[in-house]
């Protein structure tokens, strides 16, 4: 009689294919990342679409019937944090003056808690979380060719080609001056910081979160290829992120069987921040900016937008300030010194301070800091899976908490970062050897695989397991 060994030894692409076939990313959340990377825009009359907020808008109405329903999950704070953070930003244009409120409501709201659902909605288990993994990390490489193409002459090719098509209304090349002797990379994105930001997101989780489901040799290679086509994009706030998240992951290493490791990380901190505050005639927060930046002209610029921009919110009687804590100044251009020409701002938490005051920056402060709290207090110690995914994701926000307070994100890449935040809730609830962690795991194969026993005697049915 011939029996199969199904539990023999697969080599190791055939437990690659066993396990990736769990880990496909479902169609709404690979279009929705296509669109992030591909932001092709038209008009509809007035109004400027792009694929991706044509995306959002077909699905947000179901999205939120279904996450109010609870079929996502039960709801959470953050939840109904962020939502009441959108309403708040149609009251706060409300207040203002009125004239691009249809469109900012309409723009900013949907790409906002529509990016934030989505992530909500479709990465809802380990096999979901790592297929999403997979997918960013080939964008980021496919990128790669263009970036180093561009970096050398200046030409976004991707955007070029796409401003050819008729009727597409696309992004334009930024083309800023060189640095280090090379050009900024905007790859397909708006601006350099967007492409060097979405590098920065991707490195956490392919060094990470895809131990065990790659190679080491290919996961070490991915990650510096991620890390070196984000370099190009030569923004300061993206490096400060891949600079975070390679320091935590050192930390983690070094202090790997000592427990408290993090609360000893957050002891320094906090000791290096009152060291600064005592040692230094600048705020700590001002010391960080100064070094965040690639000139310190840059850094001067930022601390004069924080405090210009801080006292359009709160009032100043020496700038002669009235102020708007409460609704903020909405579209209005802010008020700041002569010589500043550009009314830019390098800081997207006082962007939305500025723009819909105090109210509508900590109804987002505090659903993003309960969110990230809420995930890092959870202990799946045993399970190492859940524990890389989680710290994957925790790394790669921290470094977009600091980053983000050192430029501004908007449109596709604005929609981006709540999305991520988003496809990270699932770890709030997530049960170790629950469903989502059986899902993850490869199931044995079907047909026979391994080597063949050649036996006399029927097989003995396998003992039952516990």
Known sequence: MVTYDNTARLPANGRAQISTA??????????????????????????????????????????MINLLSGKYGKIIITDILFILHVLWIGIALLANPPGQFIQQIGSVGVEFLGGYMIGRAYIRDQATFIGMCRALIIIVLCTIPFAVFETLTSRPVIIEFLNKVPGLGYVTNVDYPTRMGLHRVQASFVHPI?????????????????????????????????????FLALSSGALTAFALQFGLLVWALIFKSYKQRWWLLVGLFALAYVTVDLLSNRSPLQVFMSYATFSPHNAYIRAIQFEWGLANVLGSVEKGILGSPIFGIGMSTWVRP????????????????LRYGVPGFLLLAFGYIIGIARIMRRNFEGNERLTLIRRAWVFTFIGLTFTLSTVHVWTNIYSFVFFMFGAGIWLISAVPGGDDDKAARAEPPKEPVGRIRYSRFPQRPAASQA
């Open 22 to 63: 769990h880990e496909r990313l479902p169609m709404p959340a690979l279009l929705y990342l296509l669109g992030v990377a591909l932001p092709i825009g038209f008009h509809l009359g007035p109004i400027y679409m792009s694929t991706l907020r044509l995306l959002l808008i077909v699905i947000i109405i179901p999205l």
């Open 338 to 353: 002569a010589y500043m020409t550009s009314g830019s701002v390098d800081n997207f938490w006082l962007v939305i301070t």
């Open 194 to 230: 967007h492409y060097g930001l979405f590098c920065s997101v991707v490195f956490s989780l392919s060094l990470v979160a895809m131990k065990g489901r790659v190679r080491d040799s290919k996961r070490f290679m991915y990650s510096f290829l991620i890390t070196a086509t984000g």
